[in-house]
């Protein structure tokens, strides 16, 4: 069974930045795409950045150039790095594959406000 438990959320002024992290258990990490999601309130779910297993990255126009998705296999964790945070960015983060297929974890909450 795969868990996955998102942290590093909060409050940041705009302009801001955040780590977020994501530590997976129960499977074999290295060998998966993986992706950071989010959730605005009212708004479905988008898939924000993707790694590779082999650590190309892709992101959404809505961050390219600001947030950027790392992992580290020795540590079954993906990060995302979060910078010049918007309003915008507020939403509740998840980390899964880079198609979703894995039961989600319980999200942490990035809230940009002044």
């Known amino acids: 069974q795969v868990q996955l438990v998102e942290s590093g959320g909060g409050l940041v002024q705009p302009g801001g930045s955040l780590r977020l992290s994501c530590a997976v258990s129960?499977?074999?990490?290295?060998?998966?795409?993986m992706g950071w999601y989010r959730q605005a309130p009212g708004k479905q779910r988008e898939l924000v950045a993707t790694i590779t297993s082999d650590s190309i990255t892709s992101y959404a126009d809505s961050v390219k150039g600001r947030f950027t998705i790392a992992r580290d296999n020795a540590k079954n964790t993906v990060y995302l790095q979060m910078n010049s945070l918007k309003h915008e960015d507020t939403a509740v983060y998840y980390c899964?594959?880079?198609?979703?297929?894995?039961?989600w974890g319980q999200g942490t909450q990035v809230t940009v406000s002044s």
């Open positions: 899964n594959t880079a198609h979703g297929i894995w039961a």
């Open positions: 129960g499977r074999i990490f290295s060998i998966y795409d």
